[in-house]
């Protein structure tokens, strides 16, 4: 499974883009990106997954490099309920689909 | 809400005691998975179901841990004999084989 590198933490103004970007230089050619999410006290939540093409959703885009060695999650107008721990990570289809966890980036969206 | 169900939300214990937390997955939901998340870091895989077989359990889940699914509905994760180590965020998730799906958790706290 890929290892994941994310920055700890990240500020973003209330009503503007956050741009959270994810290193996954050893991701094999099959195994798929996830974003998830956890807001404090609450469980994860799932954001969006893609392998190669660019996804976009009614929560947020994903933007995965032509190499598929890092990726941005894009959330375009962020308010103050997307302050959250933000999770990429590898998943292969076909395996138990485990979810291997790094320690994710902190976002906090300012007013 | 159709959504996984967690109980309790907390549970407080004294070291040494017996727990038993619950999982109400989303219904016709075949995997469900449990997690084990502590404070600062992100969630880390514990053990796996599909149907009422576990198919994997972590290093992490040592004997004094049981995790059932007897109908391959809800499930139980057991810790006996509790220690301090063992305060955390206990994370339930179920899936079709592809997202998984959270509960909030249980949060349990060893006096």
């Known amino acids: 499974d890929a290892k994941t590198t994310q920055p700890p933490s990240m500020d973003c103004a209330e009503g503007r883009a956050a741009n959270l970007p994810c290193n996954h230089s050893?991701?094999?050619?099959?195994?798929?990106v996830y974003w998830y999410r956890q807001i404090h006290s609450q469980g994860p939540q799932y954001i969006i997954h893609?392998?190669?093409?660019?996804e976009t959703n009614e929560m947020a885009s994903l933007i995965i490099t032509e190499d598929r060695k890092s990726s941005t999650l894009i959330l375009p107008h962020a308010t103050l309920r997307d302050t959250a721990v933000y999770y990429c990570m590898g998943d292969r289809p076909g395996n138990n689909r485990k979810l291997i966890w790094g320690l994710g980036t902190s976002l906090a969206v300012n007013p | 809400d159709t959504g996984v169900s967690q109980d309790p939300r907390h549970k407080i214990t004294k070291r040494g005691q017996n727990v038993t937390f619950r999982c109400d997955p989303i219904?016709?939901?075949?995997?469900l998975y449990w997690y084990r998340q502590t404070l600062g870091q992100g969630p880390e895989f514990l053990t796996y179901f599909q149907n009422e077989a576990q198919l994997e359990k972590s290093r992490l889940l040592s004997d004094r841990f049981s995790a059932e699914r007897p109908k391959g509905s809800f499930s139980t994760l057991e810790i006996q004999r509790t220690e301090q180590g063992d305060s955390a965020m206990y994370l339930c998730?179920?899936?079709?084989?592809?997202?998984?799906?959270f509960g909030d958790g249980t949060r349990l706290s060893i006096l």
């Open positions: 893609g392998l190669k093409n660019n």
């Open positions: 219904s016709e939901h075949n995997r």
């Open positions: 050893t991701i094999s050619g099959n195994e798929y």
């Open positions: 998730a179920s899936s079709t084989g592809g997202l998984q799906y």
